[in-house]
Structure formats: C-alpha cells, structure tokens
C-alpha cells in the first residue's frame, strides 16, 4: 500500500505545525542540552517534524478523493520540488540554532513561522485551482512579512516589514483581479477546465483581451514575489532591515515556490496568451540583469548586495521560463537548485561570522575580510560562491548560466544570449570585488577566531562537498532537474 486515504501531505505537515505552536506557547523558555552547548528544544521538535514528513513524502500522491484531486495537482514532478522547499527549511532551521545559540535568543516564532510559510510555498506549487493558488500566496506571504520584521527591537526591521506588508498587498491586488477576470471568463477557477475552456470556446474580442489582461496580471503578481524588475526594489529595503535569520530563509526558499507556481500557470491556464507573457518575461529578465548589473558596482552594504544579485539571478530565470519550451524548464530547475545552494553557503559562512553581531544595524562588504583572516579555508569557500556568481568555469555557476543561453539560442535568440554574455561579463566584476576584499583588503578590528557550532559546521561541509560535486559531474542534477521539469511542461 502506497497511499493514505484519508489525509494529505499538506495536512501532516499543518498538523506538525500547529502541535509545534501549542507547544511552543506552552513551553517557551526550555532549553535541552546537547553537546555542551544550549540549544533550543523546538529547533529538535521542528527538524525531526520536518525529516519525519521526508519520509512520508515517497508515499505519495497521497489523496484519491475528488476534491483533492481538483485542488492539487499530484504529479511527480510537485513532490520533488516539495522536498526542495523542506530541505531548503531544515537548513534555514539549523542555520537559526546557531545564530540563537549566539545571540541567546529563546523565541520559537521563528520556527512555526518558517514551517508555516514553507506549507504555504509547498500548496501553492501543488495548486491546481486559482482560490486555492491565492489562499497559499497569501499564507506564506503573511509569514514572510513577519519574519522581516523579526527583530522587533529594531526600527530598520519594523521598517522594512512595513514595507513589505504594504507592497506585497499591491501585487495581492493584481492577483485577486486575475482571478475575477479569469472567472467572469469561464466561470471557473480550476486550470485544467480554465485550459480547456479557453482554448476550446470561441471568444470575442473583448474575451480574448480580458483573458490576456488576467494573464499579465497574475504574472505580473508572481514577478513582484520574486523580486523581478521593475518589481524589485522592496527587495533591497526589506532584506536590509531584515535580520540575518530571516534573510537566509527569504532569499532561497520562496524563491523555489514562487518560480514553479509561475511556471504552473503559465504553461496551463497561460497558453492561449504564450507570445504575450514571453513578451512580459522577456523584458523584465533582461531589465533584471542590466539594472542589476550597474546596481551592484558601487553597492558598500553586504544585505543590499545579496539583493541585487538575486536580482540578477531571478532575471536569468524568467528568461529560461520565457523561453517556453522543454529544454528552458530544465535549465530554470538546474539553475534555481544551483543558486539556492550557493546562497545558502555564503549566509551559513556570514551567520558564522563571529564579527557579525546581533546588534550591529548594517553589514557592509568590509565585514567579509574578517572572514579571510579568521580562517583561510572559509574564505577560499567564500570565494569560491562569488566565483560561481560570476560564472567562472568551471563552478556550478558558469555552467548554471550556461544552460539558461542555450534555450534562448535554440529559440532564435541568439542576440539576447550574445549580449547576456556581455553583461555577465561586466556583473562579474562586483564579485570578482568580494575576493579583492577577503584577501587583498586589511582592516583596522582585532582579528579573532571563528567559533562555530556542531550543527553549522556540518551543514556547511556538506553543503560545499555538494557544491564541488555539482559542479564537477553535473549529470546528475541534470536528470533530476529533467525529471523535475517534466511534470511542470506537460
């Protein structure tokens, strides 16, 4: 038996979550011992809640009644992504042991928000109706909003949750416009009978322009999510403010939702319209990795540098999407996983970072020499992760790049690839900065040791023996990310 008959992935994982929070409110202050060190007893209870729901995972689909099925979508291609976004929270998780454990910080709303947030990514990546799509955008954009303001003794955090609060209302409003457009249309808010509806009924003019406009709106939705020109710049002000712990989960596990829900839509209920969002994401890739390219050149501020480059780095993902073919989906799932592991690594090495304290208001690039000094080997992996965002041969980075160019040339873009690669060129430089600062650039602080903790340590070797593996045989994740991507074209 490799089913479940009456309960989904979806209403394990919201149970765990809610025994974490009952118990959390219960027992907020208790502490385990382990390891000489004190750790917090709910980071325990939420990764083996989360390793515990891995396991469940091979089980699936796991729903067979009508309405799930009409719901969600049980392909899978969904349940790999689903251990993506479970994989990416045990890391931000294990990543906030060590920043509490250094900055004694006994709160566990951190641990149910994550939880909560990445249930939300793992529905909406699952969705196959556009009420349910929206009721899990808003879920996890509702957590995120209060992990950016997690820091609640701090202004710049305050701010930047406001920020994002208010802005992340705007692109809900586009959304829910969509979906009444989509609706006045076909009266229905399933894809698949979306799909069918729109490509079989013949529709007048006014039909045809109100479905294209319903499509650019919820795509245009989905772009503020991820940060895509001209929807970006809350990026910048909100990660800024952010605290660190937040800002290792904002900027990698979302970005895995976002982008598959993106391309769920488009290639179901977007068809009809594939010339007019290609248009769309066309420009805002391009515009992504220009602006992001100048932006980043006299950027002192490190939080603010992680922005724009993933900026960047989201441009070249909308390009692979618009390219609306197979071979583009592979490339945007082998790029997504690449970029996530090397973002992870460069955050776990600056949580680390025994000169990065809880209280100081800004980081800036400087910050980084520290680490250099402290500890040569962490300042080689460093390096190494602004090489690979530079897209140096032959790290994951270069050949993650590379998989995004060939799609746009096989589909008669080859001028777009061409000057792609010059921008690249000229972006580089910014990272090729970081290395000038770790090694060639003193500071004036009295250079201390490194303390790391048990659990970072570990997880950022494995996440570097990864790193290196990916990007000596990247066969492997090739097919994985074939295999991903098939459930998402088809």
């Not at 989905?222 to 712990?245: C, Q, R, T």
Request: glycine share 8%; aromatic share 16%; proline share 2%.
């Amino acid at each position: 038996m490799n089913k479940f008959d009456y309960c989904t992935l979806e209403i394990i994982y919201t149970t765990f979550a809610l025994l974490l929070l009952g118990f959390g409110a219960q027992y907020n202050r208790s502490f385990l011992s382990y390891g000489g060190s004190q750790v917090n007893i709910f980071s325990f209870v939420a990764l083996y809640m989360l390793v515990l729901l891995l396991t469940l995972i091979p089980y699936g689909p796991i729903s067979t009644s009508d309405t799930s099925e009409e719901l969600f979508r049980n392909q899978p291609s969904n349940y790999i992504f689903t251990c993506f976004i479970i994989l990416g929270t045990l890391v931000a998780i294990v990543s906030f042991q060590s920043y509490q454990q250094k900055f004694k910080i006994g709160s566990f709303e951190y641990l149910v928000l994550t939880m909560f947030g990445s249930l939300g990514l793992i529905a909406l990546d699952k969705a196959n109706d556009l009420l349910l799509f929206y009721l899990s955008l808003e879920l996890a954009s509702f957590c995120f909003y209060i992990l950016s303001t997690y820091k609640r003794d701090s202004s710049y955090a305050t701010e930047a949750g406001l920020k994002y609060f208010l802005l992340g209302a705007l692109g809900s409003g586009f959304l829910l416009f969509s979906i009444v457009l989509f609706y006045a249309i076909g009266a229905t808010t399933n894809y698949q009978l979306l799909e069918s509806l729109l490509l079989g009924l013949e529709l007048s003019s006014g039909e045809v322009q109100m479905q294209r406009l319903a499509t650019i709106f919820l795509a245009t939705a989905l772009l503020f999510k991820v940060a895509s020109f001209p929807f970006h710049n809350w990026s910048l002000d909100v990660y800024e403010g952010a605290p660190i712990s937040s800002v290792v989960f904002l900027t990698t596990v979302p970005k895995i939702g976002f982008i598959v829900a993106l391309v769920n839509f488009l290639f179901s209920v977007g068809i009809p319209h594939y010339e007019t969002w290609q248009f769309l994401l066309l420009a805002s890739g391009t515009s992504s990795i220009v602006w992001g390219a100048f932006a980043g050149i006299k950027q002192k501020r490190l939080k603010r540098f992680f922005a724009i480059s993933g900026v960047v780095n989201i441009g070249f993902l909308v390009l692979g999407v618009a390219c609306g073919s197979l071979q583009g989906i592979t490339s945007v799932v082998f790029y997504l996983i690449s970029y996530v592991l090397t973002v992870f690594i460069c955050w776990l090495l600056l949580v680390e970072e025994s000169q990065i304290t809880y209280r100081k208001l800004t980081l800036n690039l400087a910050d980084v020499s520290k680490l250099g000094l402290q500890n040569s080997l962490l300042g080689i992996c460093f390096a190494l992760m602004m090489l690979s965002f530079a897209g140096v041969p032959p790290l994951v980075g270069f050949l993650a790049k590379f998989t995004i160019l060939l799609p746009l040339i096989n589909n008669s873009l080859s001028s777009l690839a061409v000057f792609l690669i010059g921008i690249s060129l000229f972006s580089g430089f910014y990272y090729l900065r970081i290395v000038k600062i770790i090694y060639f650039e003193g500071v004036h602080d009295s250079v201390r040791g490194i303390k790391f903790y048990s659990q970072a340590s570990w997880l950022i070797s494995y996440l570097f023996t990864l790193f290196i593996i990916m990007s000596c045989y990247p066969t492997s994740l090739l097919l994985l990310s074939t295999a991903a991507s098939l459930g998402l074209f088809v």
